[in-house]
C-alpha cells in the first residue's frame, strides 16, 4: 500500500507543479478551467495518498485547497 500512496502522492505534485509552471509560463491563467482542475486533481491524488500514509496537517491542508478549487470551477461554470 505504501507504493500506491507514493505514487498517488507524487501524481498530485505533478498536477500542481506543471499548473503552476505553465502558470508562471503565462501559458494559463489563474482562472482558467484547466489550472483549476489540476489543482483540484493535485489536492485530491494528495488526499488518498494521505488515508493510506496518515498525516492530518497535510490532508488538512489538501482539503482546503480542494474546496477552493471546487469554488473556483463552480465560478467558472457560473461565468458560462
Avoid at 40 to 59: P, Q, R, T
Amino acid at each position: 500500500m505504501e507504493v500506491a500512496a507514493n505514487i498517488l502522492g507524487n501524481t498530485g505534485v505533478v498536477c500542481f507543479l506543471v499548473a503552476y509552471y505553465l502558470l508562471q509560463k503565462e501559458q494559463m491563467v489563474h482562472s482558467s478551467l484547466c489550472y483549476l482542475g489540476l489543482n483540484l486533481a493535485g489536492s485530491v491524488l494528495l488526499m488518498l495518498s494521505l488515508l493510506i500514509d496518515w498525516n492530518l496537517s497535510a490532508f488538512m491542508l489538501e482539503a482546503a485547497w480542494a474546496l477552493i478549487s471546487i469554488a473556483g470551477i463552480y465560478k467558472y461554470f457560473k461565468r458560462k
